[in-house]
């Protein structure tokens, strides 16, 4: 039987999901109000949630450095990397005929530099241009599901897994982030390639307690997912609130003039020379 074209672009892309362990994921949600965000969205011109939850999340990169690493293979077991730059990578839809299946992480870099409305702008350029040099790693990425058998494909594809520098090339840094909001589903619970995902579920009305009133306002579940090897459930609900909390209260400084300061990493076991921790 012969394997179409398409089928071997869904078979050596999905061969990625061998990487995943969800046993070691933890999921948290929370619901939050999105009045001050719309408004906030209003004043600098339309901006996409999905912008502002970017943004968001850099901002909890730089203030909590721990929720910035990753697990690796070292010489002697796994090694724990830190990530100096929010370099946060990004789900883009692309129609690719006959691999719906098929989805581009476009990685953003250095994003605690950026304001939500650069992230949107640069969003906007990818989603429209297929001129732009954006897409050459796309273009890339679609030569070798197309033209590689799947069984060379998926090494081709896990070798980031294994180095460093190339995962930061080529899949970024810590955070991952992605939605179904715009299917119109509420939220979701799944484990991704990257140590970290932020999330948000469908924008829209529901019932909301204010002042010991139940009244109608427009929310959105936020969702972050997390290695729980990386951090423990404290440490996670710290750098998880704050992520709400800008959303929430639209935190303007933030998100849009942004300079957050560099936090010092309090761990003796940082190896400064290598940019990785002690194996683990």
């Given amino acids: 039987m012969k394997v179409s074209n398409a089928s071997q672009m869904s078979q050596s892309f999905w061969s990625m999901n061998e990487e995943m362990n969800p046993r070691n994921k933890v999921t948290f949600v929370r619901e939050i109000d999105v009045t001050k965000l719309d408004k906030l969205r209003e004043k600098f011109g339309k901006l996409s949630y999905t912008s502002l939850i970017t943004k968001a999340a850099a901002c909890v990169l730089k203030e909590f450095p721990y929720a910035n690493r990753a697990i690796m293979p070292g010489l002697f077991g796994q090694r724990l990397v830190q990530f100096e730059n929010a370099d946060i990578t990004v789900a883009v839809e692309k129609n690719v005929p006959d691999a719906e299946a098929v989805v581009y992480a476009h990685i953003l870099r250095d994003v605690q530099s950026m304001s939500s409305a650069d992230i949107y702008r640069e969003m906007q350029k990818l989603v429209d241009s297929n001129s732009s040099e954006k897409i050459q790693r796309w273009l890339m990425f679609l030569k070798i599901l197309k033209n590689i058998p799947t069984i060379i494909a998926k090494r081709i594809l896990r070798v980031p897994r294994y180095f460093a520098s190339e995962w ?52 959105v579940p936020l969702i972050m997912i997390f290695d729980r090897r990386i951090m423990q459930g404290a440490l996670a609900g710290k750098a998880f609130n704050r992520f709400c909390n800008l959303l929430e209260n639209a935190d303007e400084l933030a998100l849009m003039n942004e300079i957050i300061p560099d936090m010092t990493i309090d761990e003796q076991s940082i190896d400064s020379t290598t940019n990785t921790l002690s194996t683990i």
């Fill in 168 to 219: 930061v090339k080529h899949r970024g840094g810590a955070c991952f982030i992605n939605s179904p909001a715009k299917h119109g589903i509420d939220l979701l619970v799944a484990d991704m390639l990257w140590p970290l995902t932020f999330s948000f579920g469908w924008v829209r009305e529901r019932p909301w307690v204010v002042e010991n009133q139940v009244v109608v306002r427009k929310t």
